[in-house]
Nanobody, 124 residues
Framework: VQLQASGGGLVQAGGSLRLSCAAS????????MGWFRQAPGKEREFVAA????????YYADSAKGRFTISRDNAKNTGYLQMNSLKPEDTAVYYC??????????????????WGQGTQVTVSS
């Protein structure tokens, strides 16, 4: 499967963005999917993940209550709805697929295929 992330941009604090992750190739619906982010000078960190069916979701504490991960397997697309954005959310956001697990993993090492990243910048 190949992944293409999009939807990033510049937004003021308190604003919203919806990121999309379009998949092609292997059957996207078989795999758990996650979103990670990486700010300059920092390690890539887990944001959210969703099981292959969409029935189970996982969030980093920083994302709980503000971000919502979802997927539309019929469209081979995953989403990350981000509300109440803060300047500290500024980062490159990546989507990734876990070919073997359920999406519970929060380490980048547990994901096997990555999209190219989309920049999110939140101004104060």
């Amino acid at each position: 499967v190949q992944l293409q992330a999009s939807g990033g941009g510049l937004v003021q604090a308190g604003g919203s963005l919806r990121l999309s992750c379009a998949a092609s190739g292997r059957t996207f619906s078989r795999y758990a999917m996650g979103w990670f982010r990486q700010a300059p000078g920092k390690e890539r960190e887990f944001v959210a993940a969703i099981s292959w069916s969409g029935g189970t979701t996982y969030y980093a504490d920083s994302a709980k209550g503000r971000f919502t991960i979802s997927r539309d397997n019929a469209k081979n697309t995953g989403y990350l709805q981000m509300n109440s954005l803060k300047p500290e959310d500024t980062a490159v956001y990546y989507c990734a697929v876990d070919l073997y697990g359920s999406g519970r993993g929060k380490s980048p090492n547990e994901y096997h295929i990555w999209g190219q990243g989309t920049q999110v910048t939140v101004s104060s």
